[in-house]
Every structure is written in C-alpha cells, then in structure tokens.
C-alpha cells in the first residue's frame, strides 16, 4: 500500500491491550487520521456478549463496523473471516480489528491463521495498547493475579507496545524490556507515527511466539463478571442524556464499590432524539470521560446500553445492576439483561510457532 493510493490487499491492523486501554478510542483517532490521507476505514469490534457500546460509538462517529459476538476473536475465528470478507466488499483500505480486552494468544489464534490461510490481506503486526495506569497497577508484586496473568501475556505476544493517554502524564512509565511508543488518541500525538509503523514499516505480524496454559487463562478470564444491558428509558418529564447518563454510572460506581468489586471498565451509550452521548470509566471512582452531545436538550426516549466489566462474581454485578435499574425514574421498555463470567477460551485453529516472513 503506498501511502496515497490503496494497495489491492486491505490491510488488517489488530490493536490488541487490556479492557479499557483505549483500543476503540485509538481506532477512531487512527481511521480519522487515515480518511485525511484519502484511505477509506472499517473497524470489526468483538464480545463475549452480544451488544455492543464500541460499535455504537463507531457507527456514530461514522465509521463502517461491523462484529464478532459471543466470542472472542479465537474462538469464532470463521466468523471474523466472514466479517472481513463482507466488509471487503466495500473496498477499505485498512480493517481494524479489536479483540476482547481480556484476550491474548492472539498472535497464535487469529494474526498466524490469516497470514496463513488469507493472503487477500496483509496482516499488520500486532499491537498491545497498554494505559499506563493500569500497567503501574497490574505490574505490581501485589497485583491481583488473575488480572495481571492476562495483562503480562498480552504484553508478551505484542509485536508492537504502545502506551496511551500521553496527553494526561508528563513521564510515561517505563515497561522492562520493552520498547514501547507513546501516543495519546485524544490528542493524535503519535498516532500518524504508529500508523507509518503498522501499516508501511517492516515488523513482521505475529513473530512472538507465547507459551500459555489454557487451564489458568480460563481462570483467570472466568474471573471476571461480563454484564451488557439494553434498554429503552421513556422518562417524563423528559431529560437530558447526560442526566440520564451521570447517575447511571455514579450510582453503579457507588455499589460495586461498596461491594468490594473492581470495575475494569463501565462505559454508557446513549441515543435519543437529542444526539448521542458515551460515557465511561475505567476504575472505582474515577471521573467519567464523556463523548458526544454532552449539551443535548432534554427528551423523553433514550436507548440505553451498558457494557460492565468488572473483577467479582456475576450473580452479584447482576443484584446491583438490577438494584440501579429499579431506583430509575421512567417506564423501561425491552429491557435485556445477559450476565455471564467468560466461557473458557478454545481457539478454532492455533499456529503456536511465527510463520515465515511474507515474501
Ligand atoms: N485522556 C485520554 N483518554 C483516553 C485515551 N484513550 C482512551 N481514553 C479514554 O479511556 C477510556 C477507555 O477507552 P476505550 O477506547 O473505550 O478503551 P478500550 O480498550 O476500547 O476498552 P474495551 O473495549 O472495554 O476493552 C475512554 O473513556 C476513553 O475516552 C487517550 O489517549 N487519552
Ligand atoms: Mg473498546
């Protein structure tokens, strides 16, 4: 692909990292920066569940997505194929593909089997987006297992380190052993430079090769409690999308809190006849980070979705977001409710070692 004109072969670009690193912020800055080059975009966003916060931010950011469910990428390897091939169709230039934040052998599973099987794509190496935050946390001696086994493996198979939000820290930290770059997707700094390395440098995809116990990386994935919830709140009077929003995400921080659960990450979209609105956090307490018509007027219908991970049992997250959701003000209507902790992982095809360099 010359950087003006397109290549014959989309080009697939996997920005892997853990839950919350900023892998979909990171896809809409890059796909932006890329259309101001002329190259046309398209994202497929993945879950273990079934509906997704990321694709609606995508679509309302206006860039073509598409999705794998009920998996993750590994283990519904065919049908991330048939995503791609159906996205093909309309000529992107670049597919970027997110899989699962808790997901890693993702070089083996998913980067080796396209290099192999689909030379109608150039695989781009694999990159792990890391926000530095969590890497101070989960490097820690007393890190919580389970989060940091996830968070270590998917630093191991990374061709590529990036570490985010370079727009809130002077000093990044630094990662032993590895050679990360620094970029902040709220700002573009360094995502062009990123994007020259991924799609026209000379990394190869998927060259570390990752020893990993699937009976521990089940553990520690069924560690997690995975909750997607969808809604239509008809509030009367009407009001406005951030006052629907804002205490939706306090009063669920508040509760998880007080029942000693972490979140890893709760993010909130909402549609209504006034615009869209994202909200997000990424850690007990924090201050939401909020996209969108954050201004919009009041209205009386809001389609609401909730995406919540957090590090507890399922059952519990449920009694809590079932608690929140009857102390809301408003008729709901279709209201779907899936809590799960993740299935074991059991990948469709896995090529443990790197595959030779494409000629
Ligand atoms: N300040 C700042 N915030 C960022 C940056 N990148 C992401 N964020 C914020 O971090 C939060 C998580 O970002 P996402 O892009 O949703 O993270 P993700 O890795 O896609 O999360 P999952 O899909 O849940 O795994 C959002 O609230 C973003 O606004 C950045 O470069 N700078
Ligand atoms: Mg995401």
Known sequence: MSQTSPHQRPTVVVVGGFLGSGKTTLILCAARLLGQRGLRCAAILNDQGGELVDSRHAEARGLLAGEVTGGCFCCRFSALASVMDTMRSLSPDVIFAEPVGSCTDIAATVLRPLREDFDRYRIAPLTVLVDPARAEELLREDADADLAFLFRKQLEEADLVCLSRADLLRDMPTISGINARHLSARTGQGVNEWLDEVLFGHLEAGQKALEIDYSRYAQAEAALAWLNLSFVLEPC?????????????????????????????????????????????????????????????PSSRHELLLNLRAKGSAGQVRRIVEEQLGDLNGMKRGLRLDCFSPAAPNPERRIPQATSPDA
Do not use: M, Y
């Not at 009077?237 to 951030?242: L, R, Y």
């Not at 929003?245 to 006034?274: E, M, N, Q, W, Y």
């Open 237 to 297: 009077p009407a009001i406005s999308p951030s006052t629907v929003v804002g205490p939706i995400l306090d009063g669920l921080d508040r509760a998880l809190t007080a029942a000693g659960i972490a979140i890893v990450h709760v993010k909130i979209f909402d549609r209504s006849d006034a615009g869209w609105l994202k909200a997000a956090v990424c850690a007990n307490g924090e201050e939401p980070a909020v996209e969108g018509d954050r201004d919009a007027s």
